[in-house]
């Protein structure tokens, strides 16, 4: 069974910097996509960033300049760094995944507050 274990969330102040992991138990440099989204409380989980094979990357229009997604093959790892948070960047944080199938991960909590 696939395993992604996601690390990096908690609690920072507005204008604080957190980095996100997703470590896998596959192997991410064949995966067409990796991506990760969020959800904030009461609201629909929407994508955040995208990196997809041979490593183009996107992001959402709220988040672009400040975020940076990035992988590392050796250790079947994607990142998610963040910067300049913004007390709206709060939501639980999840990576996906997508191969022949999608995984996802179990969701970290980010909380930015004052």
């Known amino acids: 069974q696939v395993q992604l274990v996601e690390s990096g969330g908690g609690s920072v102040q507005p204008g604080g910097s957190l980095r996100l992991s997703c470590a896998a138990s596959i192997s991410i440099s064949e995966l067409y996509a990796l991506r990760w989204h969020r959800q904030a409380p009461g609201k629909p989980r929407v994508l955040v960033a995208a990196m997809l094979r041979g490593n183009s990357t996107s992001y959402a229009d709220s988040v672009k300049g400040r975020f940076t997604i990035s992988r590392d093959n050796a250790k079947n790892t994607v990142y998610l760094q963040m910067n300049s948070l913004k007390l709206e960047d709060t939501a639980v944080y999840y990576c996906?995944?997508?191969?022949?199938?999608?995984?996802w991960g179990q969701g970290t909590q980010v909380t930015v507050s004052s």
């Open positions: 996906h995944l997508q191969g022949k199938q999608n995984y």
